[in-house]
């Protein structure tokens, strides 16, 4: 049972073009986390939002958590050959049973075309 | 300050063979994870170590056992590799008061 919806699973696009990529799930977190990840290596953290209704800002790139904390999206403005990789959202419940664990969408590759 | 390693970095086995992947991390956290990557399947959780002395099975342990040998250090052992359990094996740490995780580099396993 996969918690957390990741789409689209592929994304190809022309550098330039704008895109949103969406982490969807019925259970509620305590916070969600995008990642990043390129060929040959692990996922490098791109942000954490926390709050319901968070945003949160790192240059082209805009995160949204959603008000009941149980969404998430991303959207690249202007998207550069740079962007190419696989997109990760994950979940991260705080205490009980799930004392620290991620649980990760199914991924987004993304491919930017110059 | 490596962060999080792993080895080996790329493996190959045959069925029915056993091995070890190694993990260590010098950031001094507390909580230690494995996962399995593979296509389409976003990261699954294997087993976990809240903390030096324990371990916990996460979404995908059959087959696989772990050894929380320090705080440092949380090893995965294949017993016996089957076929299905070709993927690539990411370690990770976190600290306890942080969601961070920091992932190692990955061991890429094929079982033939």
């Known amino acids: 049972t996969q918690l957390l919806e990741q789409s689209p699973q592929f994304l190809s696009i022309q550098e330039g073009e704008n895109l949103t990529v969406y982490c969807n799930s019925s259970?509620?977190?305590?916070?969600l986390q995008w990642y990043r990840q390129e060929p040959g290596e692990g996922p490098v953290l791109l942000v954490t939002?926390?709050?319901?209704?968070e945003v949160k800002k790192l240059k082209r790139l805009t995160f949204q958590f959603g008000d009941a904390r149980k969404d998430s999206s991303l959207h690249i403005t202007a998207a550069q050959p740079g962007d190419t990789g696989l997109y990760l959202c994950?979940?991260?419940?705080?205490?009980?049973?799930?004392?620290?664990?991620?649980?990760f969408g199914q991924g987004t590759i993304l491919t930017v075309h110059p | 300050n490596a962060g999080v390693t792993q080895t080996p970095k790329f493996q190959v086995l045959k069925t029915g063979q056993s091995m070890t992947l190694q993990c260590a991390q010098d950031m001094n956290h507390n909580s230690m994870y494995w996962y399995r990557q593979d296509p389409g399947m976003g990261l699954r959780l294997i087993y976990y170590?809240?903390?030096?002395?324990?371990?916990d099975k996460g979404e995908v342990p059959n087959g696989y056992n772990v050894s929380r040998l320090n705080k440092r250090e949380f090893s995965l052992r294949l017993e016996s590799a089957a076929p299905s359990q070709t993927s690539v094996y990411f370690c990770?740490?976190?600290?306890?008061?942080?969601?961070?995780?920091?992932f190692g580099p990955g061991t890429r396993l094929t079982v033939l």
């Open positions: 939002v926390v709050t319901g209704g």
């Open positions: 990770a740490s976190r600290r306890r008061d942080r969601d961070t995780q920091y």
């Open positions: 259970s509620v977190f305590s916070s």
């Open positions: 170590s809240a903390s030096e002395g324990t371990t």
């Open positions: 994950a979940g991260f419940k705080a205490g009980g049973t799930s004392y620290g664990k991620l649980t």
